[in-house]
């Protein structure tokens, strides 16, 4: 939070008073930075700080974080997560491979993918990945995510 909140140039309290505001602010900024800096170069590690901010802010309780595929294979072994929120476009394998490993691994967790592109980008592999939803980066939120899992 306090990594963000310095980001933004805003103080908790504020946050915590006008959450809503921020939050939009936190959207309009991922945009931002998916319109205007190439997909390869965003700043991953940002984006995962938001994304535990806005999730935990939601209700959710984030136990862990991975920079690639091969670290979101071995988080997700190690923590047995019950919902594994992943990035299709990762440095080593892309986010289909590593939910269809996912799949395969007991306890199964539930897998929603999240892209800087649209869902029409990825077309019929989208739509036969084993996966509950997509999500663009910029409309994530706890609110989004728990109309996706139900």
Avoid at 1 to 24: K, P
Avoid at 90 to 102: H, I, K, N
């Amino acid at each position: 939070m306090a990594d963000l909140c310095s980001y933004l140039r805003i103080e908790r309290c504020q946050f915590e008073r006008d959450q809503d505001r921020y939050f939009a602010a936190l959207s309009a900024l991922l945009r931002f930075h998916e319109i205007t800096v190439p997909a390869e170069t965003v700043d991953a590690a940002t984006f995962r700080v938001a994304v535990r901010v806005v999730l935990e802010a939601g209700g959710f309780n984030v136990i862990g974080e991975a920079a690639d595929g091969r670290e979101a294979l071995a988080e997700s072994a190690r923590l047995t997560p019950d919902i594994v929120v992943l990035d299709i476009q990762l440095p080593d394998l892309d986010g289909f491979a590593v939910a269809e490993q996912l799949a395969a691994s007991t306890p199964r967790p539930t897998v929603v993918l999240v892209s800087s592109r649209d869902a029409v980008t990825y077309g019929e592999k989208l739509e036969r990945a084993q996966v509950v939803g997509f999500l663009p980066k910029w409309e994530v939120t706890g609110a989004t995510l728990a109309g996706i899992i139900g």
